[in-house]
């Protein structure tokens, strides 16, 4: 499913092929994916909800977290694809990272925090990262490791330390980090500092 557009209440294909109304009592549509089977909505309330692509007939609701919970994360919503489903990035008063597996229907928070956690990437090596308001959370999804970097080494000047708006990594490994107000940083593992 491509090129879609909401209006309203009602999703629809820019090309008229699917069209689905949406029932937002109470709820705010935060983010949508979908695959060749599948349309997912994802909602403020932690939901998310499965259509079938292109008949539009509802699936599944399955929430991330309890109705208690919602003003922690109810906020923002980053999601980000995965073999088995999506990482999710929630904000509300508290920060936090959830998976949710397709296959099993199963939501699980991997990570959070007391504060605003700002973008996920999912790098490579099994590998994913998080900026923040300070430095950036390195995560390895093979082993459960967490590491928090606040302080940035540059070349030239001892530590740096900023918010980290964005990051990205490339083909070759390497981080590329959009700061607050100081620039855009770049690193590789094979480097020792930050240029």
Same mark, same amino acid.
């Given at each position: 499913?491509?090129?879609?557009?909401?209006?309203?209440?009602?999703?629809?294909? #820019?090309? +008229?092929? @699917?069209?689905?109304?949406?029932?937002?009592?109470?709820?705010?549509?935060? /983010?949508?994916?979908?695959?060749?089977?599948?349309?997912? #909505?994802?909602?403020?309330?932690?939901?998310?909800?499965?259509?079938?692509?292109?008949?539009?007939?509802?699936?599944?609701?399955?929430?991330?977290?309890?109705?208690?919970?919602?003003?922690?994360?109810?906020?923002?919503?980053?999601?980000?694809?995965?073999?088995?489903? @999506?990482?999710? !990035? +929630?904000?509300? $008063?508290?920060?936090? !990272?959830? =998976? @949710?597996?397709?296959? $099993?229907?199963?939501?699980?928070?991997?990570?959070?925090?007391?504060?605003?956690?700002?973008?996920?990437? !999912?790098?490579?090596?099994?590998?994913?990262? %998080?900026?923040?308001?300070?430095?950036?959370?390195?995560?390895? @999804?093979?082993?459960?490791?967490?590491?928090?970097?606040?302080? !940035?080494? %540059?070349?030239?000047?001892?530590?740096?330390?900023?918010?980290?708006?964005? %990051?990205?990594? /490339?083909?070759?490994?390497?981080?590329?980090?959009?700061?607050?107000?100081?620039? #855009? #940083?770049?690193? =590789?593992?094979?480097?020792?500092?930050? =240029?």
């Amino acid at each position: 499913i491509r090129d879609r557009t909401i209006s309203g209440q009602l999703l629809t294909c #820019l090309d +008229r092929s @699917f069209c689905l109304p949406l029932n937002l009592e109470g709820k705010r549509l935060q /983010d949508l994916d979908a695959d060749e089977k599948n349309v997912y #909505l994802f909602y403020n309330t932690g939901e998310i909800e499965c259509y079938d692509y292109p008949s539009g007939q509802w699936k599944y609701r399955q929430a991330a977290y309890e109705v208690d919970e919602r003003s922690l994360y109810g906020r923002t919503s980053l999601i980000v694809r995965c073999k088995n489903g @999506f990482y999710q !990035l +929630r904000n509300g $008063s508290k920060g936090a !990272l959830f =998976h @949710f597996d397709t296959r $099993s229907r199963i939501w699980k928070k991997l990570f959070g925090q007391d504060y605003t956690l700002n973008t996920f990437i !999912l790098g490579s090596a099994g590998l994913g990262y %998080i900026s923040c308001i300070n430095g950036y959370w390195k995560l390895n @999804f093979t082993d459960g490791s967490q590491e928090y970097i606040p302080l !940035l080494k %540059i070349r030239g000047q001892e530590t740096l330390t900023t918010e980290i708006s964005t %990051i990205f990594e /490339d083909r070759q490994g390497g981080l590329w980090i959009g700061t607050f107000n100081r620039g #855009l #940083l770049y690193t =590789h593992a094979a480097m020792y500092r930050m =240029h």
